[in-house]
């Protein structure tokens, strides 16, 4: 893992446009082993779940809530991924969850306009004081259905979602009207780049139609101020006990299930229900 630290002017990007890129937080080695791992984990596969997009696809992804003693783990515990969320987030945070996109060739399908906030408000957290850092594992373009942003969205505070297919997308009114006046990025990315996004960041991305794979691990913190005030199926603040980066070669390939079951606990076996929930609450 190369060693970050975000300069002023990343956070300054970050503060105004609700994102920032930071090429090669994972070098070659270590992403070719997070994907062949990723791609070989039967625990990882038999726990991944899939969500209608309302285009006639459906995304598939794992997800799971504590970082553990495999690679996924040590890259969400690692001194640089979590040193650039403290960064941006202003002090201690905690690993809410991280979660693994599998966007395969020709059938991964499409994510619709959402804010993560719009999802984890409902979890009891108070403020949008949350950043998620999405690492590509594969190569990300527009003709495999990268991540697509609204340049600045964030400041529009959270905004309502409702139910598009299995997803809860953002209402769209505003999401029209707001690309009437801010800029659509489409975000391509090498593998092993990190995008860090803020909660309230609206983003999507389109159905993969190619024929390359796009998988990508997100890791999401939130500010250990920010503790939510009720219990849900994400976690309140768990102390996160940071590693040094030589930790991620270190676990190779370890994967789910690789030590007695006891990582594979951490998997979420039923999917998340904070987008599901949204037709009920908005």
């Not at 006046?181 to 139609?209: C, I, T, W, Y």
């Not at 250990?224 to 006990?241: F, G, I, M, V, W």
Request: with cysteine; proline share 3%; aromatic share 8%.
């Amino acid at each position: 893992m190369n060693s970050n630290q975000l300069t002023e002017s990343q956070l300054k990007a970050y503060a105004e446009d609700g994102y920032v890129l930071v090429p090669g937080m994972l070098d070659p080695k270590e992403v070719g082993m997070l994907g062949r791992t990723a791609r070989e984990d039967r625990v990882l596969d038999q726990h991944s779940f899939g969500r209608a997009d309302g285009e006639g696809g459906t995304v598939r992804l794992s997800l799971w809530n504590h970082p553990t003693e495999t690679i996924y783990g040590m890259i969400a515990r690692s001194e640089s991924l979590v040193g650039c969320a403290e960064q941006i987030l202003g002090g201690e945070v905690y690993h809410y969850h991280s979660k693994m996109i599998m966007k395969d060739a020709k059938i991964g399908g499409a994510w619709a306009w959402h804010q993560d906030y719009g999802y984890w408000y409902q979890n009891g957290i108070l403020f949008p004081d949350l950043t998620s850092a999405s690492i590509a594992v594969d190569k990300a373009t527009k003709e495999n259905g990268c991540l697509q942003v609204i340049r600045g969205s964030h400041k529009m505070g959270r905004v309502d979602h409702v139910l598009t297919g299995d997803q809860a997308g953002a209402d769209m009114e505003r999401v029209t009207k707001c690309l009437e006046r801010l800029e659509l990025v489409h975000v391509e990315m090498e593998p092993g780049d990190a995008l860090f996004f803020h909660a309230n960041l609206l983003h999507r991305s389109d159905q993969n139609k190619s024929e390359q794979p796009r998988w990508s691990m997100i890791c999401c913190y939130n500010a250990a101020r920010n503790d939510p005030y009720k219990e849900s199926h994400h976690p309140r603040y768990t102390p996160l006990q940071k590693v040094a980066d030589a930790e991620v070669l270190k676990a190779g390939t370890k994967r789910f299930g690789d030590n007695s079951d006891s990582d594979a606990a951490w998997l979420v076996a039923e999917k998340d229900t904070s987008a599901t929930s949204l037709d009920k609450q908005a």
